[in-house]
């Protein structure tokens, strides 16, 4: 089973619309980040959560707000979805020692 | 700020060598590395302390040089397999918030 699971893995939706990626992790990490990844820009932080009570901006959150529920859980809304948030979205948890981050497997999103 | 990756892109025959450089303006705790293939996620490849130490395993190996805000990924004998985007994570403090630069795409041909 996979340690860092993204649900949906793809979504189609219109300008307007209220959406809703989920993140879960079996992996006991404390540490939680929303990514967002464009052809050509790398990885951009939208969001990271050292702890349930710890939420924090990143580079771009313009547009995007999060919701940690529980250790395991990380979400990120668009409260109202316009066409250049169109992107691939990775969900990354890691611990306090090691520090290396874990991937989920991404969640596609298109915004019409 | 972004960290710079150079060169972008790169074309390899199998066997041959490479490297990866990551430079950043800021002073840097920590450098990251990862391989992502295509339509995968990211996957780590090694992490760099602040110290100047170099790590490295099998044919894949990295160096940081703190001074000047440097990091290299050393790639020799290149496999196939070793085909991807490579994208360095630069860490300023040990809160472990990264910036990733805008990746390095590998390509080896047989």
């Known amino acids: 089973d996979a340690d860092v699971t993204q649900t949906p893995r793809n979504r189609i939706t219109k300008t307007g619309k209220r959406i809703m990626l989920e993140c879960s992790q079996t992996?006991?990490?404390?540490?939680m980040y929303w990514y967002r990844q464009d052809p050509g820009l790398g990885l951009q932080l939208i969001y990271y959560?050292?702890?349930?009570?710890?939420?924090n901006k990143g580079e771009i959150s313009d547009g995007y707000s999060v919701s940690r529920q529980a250790q395991a859980k990380f979400s990120l809304s668009l409260e109202s979805a316009i066409p250049n948030q169109t992107a691939l979205y990775f969900c990354?948890?890691?611990?306090?020692?090691?520090?290396?981050?874990?991937f989920g497997p991404g969640t596609r999103l298109t915004v019409l | 700020q972004q960290p710079v990756q150079s060169p972008q892109a790169v074309i390899l025959r199998e066997g041959e060598d490479a490297v990866i450089n990551c430079s950043s303006s800021?002073?840097?705790?920590?450098v990251h590395w990862y391989r992502q293939k295509h339509g995968e996620a990211p996957v780590f490849l090694m992490i760099?302390?602040?110290?100047?130490e170099q790590k490295g395993h099998d044919k894949i190996s990295a160096s940081f040089n703190e001074k000047k805000q440097q990091s290299s990924l050393y790639l020799t004998a290149s496999q196939l397999s070793y085909s991807g985007t490579y994208f360095c994570?630069?860490?300023?403090?040990?809160?472990?918030?990264?910036?990733f630069g805008k990746g390095t795409l590998l390509t080896v041909n047989p």
């Open positions: 990354a948890t890691s611990d306090l020692v090691r520090n290396e981050q874990f």
């Open positions: 992996k006991g990490h404390d540490r």
């Open positions: 959560s050292f702890d349930v009570k710890d939420i």
């Open positions: 800021k002073a840097l705790y920590s």
């Open positions: 760099l302390l602040k110290g100047g």
């Open positions: 994570g630069t860490g300023e403090g040990s809160n472990y918030k990264l910036t």
